[in-house]
């Protein structure tokens, strides 16, 4: 369970260094249009009509990548898209954070209602072996306790 757990905190990670690269690659795709729009509008286009389809090239190019980015989570790899994975593994391994101190708490309680039971046993026995009546009486408390602890837990599901 622990290893499932940290396998939806990994993945959670993976999404989000995914998200941040994608916007750190926004910016960048962002200045590279600025650049290209200033460098298209400063030159000649008689003598670079070549250069300048070019840069119209990738500046549409550019322009494409970007509006991906900001389309819904409905398409892969835009940043809704990112995001809502991100948010899908970390709501996972929040859920099985919780499976797994529910699981916890389950087996303290047989711990404990073991614990009680080995001791209670064990009173019981040296009161057998000792014909001491007075051992016998603790033994009988908390070998009961055990049991009662179990019964509950059986019939509740209640934790202690």
Do not use: C
Request: hydrophobic content about 40%; glycine content about 8%; charged content about 15%.
């Amino acid at each position: 369970m622990q290893t499932h757990s940290l396998t939806h905190l990994l993945k959670s990670n993976d999404w989000l260094n995914d998200y941040e690269e994608q916007k750190l690659g926004e910016t960048i795709l962002q200045a590279q249009i600025d650049n290209m729009n200033i460098t298209l509008q400063n030159n000649n286009l008689s003598i670079l009509d070549a250069a300048h389809r070019q840069g119209n090239y990738y500046l549409h190019k550019y322009m494409s990548y970007i509006d991906t980015l900001h389309a819904d989570k409905s398409v892969e790899g835009s940043l809704a898209n990112l995001r809502y994975k991100l948010e899908i593994e970390n709501s996972a391994y929040e859920k099985s954070l919780g499976n797994i101190s529910e699981t916890s708490k389950i087996i303290t309680t047989y711990e404990l209602i073991t614990i009680l039971l080995i001791v209670g046993a064990a009173l019981g026995g040296t009161s057998e072996v000792a014909k001491n009546r007075l051992i016998a009486y603790p033994g009988f408390v908390v070998g009961g306790a055990g049991v009662i602890i179990l019964l509950l837990f059986l019939l509740t599901g209640t934790t202690v």
